[in-house]
């Protein structure tokens, strides 16, 4: 009798005021899209087919065909709503300048 080999990972899925988490058990060789058609994505209001930004493993974003390993998190990233990079020069540019950099009298 052969035995199948299987992984265990979890997808996960964040809002501000809300998080999801579904741990899963797929075949050996599952891809990031075996993945996201196993979760119930639809209990977030998601559509595998037609994700608002793009998903990764581990904080590093993922093609859908990414060959998955065993403990893996697949994470559904959602849209940033500013550019961190322009939001910070926004806050530097309403921010006094250190009193070290400004004119002695």
Known sequence: MVEEAWI???VVH???HRAWRWPL?????ATLMDALRAAPLVEAGLDPGSLPAGVGVFGR?????????DG???EIYRPLLCD?????RQR???R???SSLRERR
């Not at 058990?25 to 060789?29: D, E």
């Not at 974003?61 to 390993?69: A, F, K, S, V, W």
């Open 25 to 29: 058990r797929l075949p050996a060789g």
């Open 14 to 16: 964040a809002l501000p």
């Open 72 to 74: 893996d998190r697949i």
């Open 84 to 88: 961190p990079r322009d939001r910070r």
């Open 96 to 98: 006094p300048a250190p």
């Open 61 to 69: 974003e993922r093609p859908l065909d990414h060959p998955l390993r």
């Open 8 to 10: 265990e990972v979890e």
């Open 92 to 94: 530097a540019g309403q």
